[in-house]
Nanobody, 120 residues
Framework: QVQLVESGGGLVEPGGSLRLSCAAS????????MGWYRQALGKERELVAR???????NYADSMKGRFTISRDNAKNMVYLQLNSLKPEDTAVYYC??????????????WGQGTQVTVSS
């Protein structure tokens, strides 16, 4: 069993900041890529950012310079710092991880999502 649990979402005013965290736990042998997607109401899920096991990062163009992804390999955690938030950033944010369980291939696992609402 593998579980991803996000935390850190909430309500913030435009221009504010939030830090999202995601912890992977369970029967984990190795973690490859980790990252964040988001889904706004009525829209498709979109990539926010991803980070490799060697901490190479990749961001969606609209989030470059405002969001920062990082990870702690020792703790099996990935973080997303959200700065200069805009109302259009309102969405459910999901973390994912490519996880290898013992004697198995890599599979993608997802968290349950955390709501970020940007509003005055």
């Amino acid at each position: 069993q593998v579980q991803l649990v996000e935390s850190g979402g909430g309500l913030v005013e435009p221009g504010g900041s939030l830090r999202l965290s995601c912890a992977a736990s369970g029967n984990i042998f190795s973690i490859n890529d980790m990252g964040w997607y988001r889904q706004a109401l009525g829209k498709e899920r979109e990539l926010v950012a991803r980070i490799t096991s060697s901490s190479r990062t990749n961001y969606a163009d609209s989030m470059k310079g405002r969001f920062t992804i990082s990870r702690d390999n020792a703790k099996n955690m990935v973080y997303l710092q959200l700065n200069s938030l805009k109302p259009e950033d309102t969405a459910v944010y999901y973390c994912y991880a490519q996880i290898m369980r013992p004697f198995r291939a890599y599979d993608n696992y997802w968290g349950q999502g955390t709501q970020v609402t940007v509003s005055s």
